[in-house]
């Protein structure tokens, strides 16, 4: 018993996979407006952070 030939698929709209392609490798991120980056004084002796918890999350 011989295994069976894998099915062959041609690319006939070549437009259409170059774009789905392009589309493919995309990221899109929404940030809030109102996050604050940097980090509010706390105060206390030593080195002052400088990104808010929320900055090192995202």
Do not use: C
């Amino acid at each position: 018993m011989t295994k069976p030939m894998p099915a062959r698929y041609h690319t006939t709209n070549w437009s259409a996979y170059n774009a789905a392609l392009r589309k493919r490798g995309s990221l899109l991120i929404w940030l809030d407006r109102e996050m604050t980056w940097l980090a509010p004084h706390e105060g206390r002796p030593g080195r002052p952070p400088v990104f808010s918890e929320g900055a090192i999350q995202f």
